[in-house]
């Protein structure tokens, strides 16, 4: 079982690092989208991506279904997830600046947000699998080994498959026809490690905690309200503050990572 639900989390390990390492050099430096346009369809996925996290974990903690909280939105994702991620990667050829950038960001807006209609509730499925503390703790290792092999797959294969470069392109990641069958490999893999993970733990569903009583309806002052209840806890806002100065300099690092080993 302990597998079954790690396994997910090679989706997350993919997808995050495709994103961190190649997705702006390949619009700016192989496109050709300035680096002003295509910050800014990151930012503006990322900005989305952290609204809609809270929500989505709102809104399945109060979806009932006869498969539980969880489940269902992660069959949901998996199909949307893998083909946003695959098309991503190959805009059409005549796309000019403009074009690019909607592209850029409507594609990686459909992927952060498939991802988090999936892996909100898939971590909160790993708390309720158990009870127990240092079971939950052995839960978050497998999860955690499982996102490191999904980073380890995402740079192995793409060095030594699709970026390994040829005799027009000595450096592989300047070739723009190797990003479309990365794009739909990993797409593929990314949809097989969701359905691994939500098939792998279905039959745990009768055994998940269930709310008691009638669910409050989901809705936006029901929202503000979890939104405030996290925010008033101090601990909460000290660990948020430090993840946020952390990421801001580990996403500068990683996405300009693969800028410094091309030109230095």
């Known amino acids: 079982m302990k597998n079954a639900y790690g396994v997910g989390q090679v989706a997350e390990g993919i997808k995050d690092t495709a994103f961190s390492t190649f997705l702006l050099f390949y619009f700016n430096q192989v496109l050709g989208l300035p680096g002003t346009a295509a910050g800014l369809a990151l930012f503006i996925e990322t900005a989305l991506d952290a609204l809609s996290d809270p929500l989505a974990g709102s809104f399945s903690d109060r979806f009932v279904h006869r498969w539980g909280l969880r489940h269902p939105l992660m069959y949901l994702s998996a199909l949307p997830l893998g083909v946003a991620f695959a098309l991503l990667w190959q805009p059409p050829t005549r796309l000019a600046e403009t074009g690019l950038f909607l592209w850029l960001l409507a594609f990686s807006v459909l992927v952060r947000q498939s991802m988090t209609f999936y892996h909100v509730p898939q971590m909160a499925l790993g708390a309720e699998l158990t009870s127990d503390y240092q079971e939950r703790t052995t839960v978050v290792a497998y999860r955690t080994a499982y996102g490191l092999l999904g980073v380890a797959l995402t740079i192995g294969i793409a060095w030594s498959v699709f970026f390994r470069g040829s005799k027009e392109f000595p450096n592989g990641q300047y070739d723009p026809s190797a990003y479309a069958p990365f794009g739909i490999l990993f797409g593929a893999l990314i949809t097989a490690s969701v359905l691994a993970s939500a098939l ?60 410094r080993t091309t030109y230095f």
């Open 200 to 259: 792998g733990t279905h039959s745990r569903i009768p055994q998940l905690p269930q709310p008691s009583g009638a669910p409050e309806s989901f809705g936006l002052r029901l929202l503000l309200r979890d939104y405030r209840g996290a925010l008033a806890n101090g601990s909460f806002r000290l660990f948020f503050v430090g993840l946020m100065v952390f990421f801001v300099v580990r996403g500068i690092q990683d996405v300009l990572g693969l800028y």
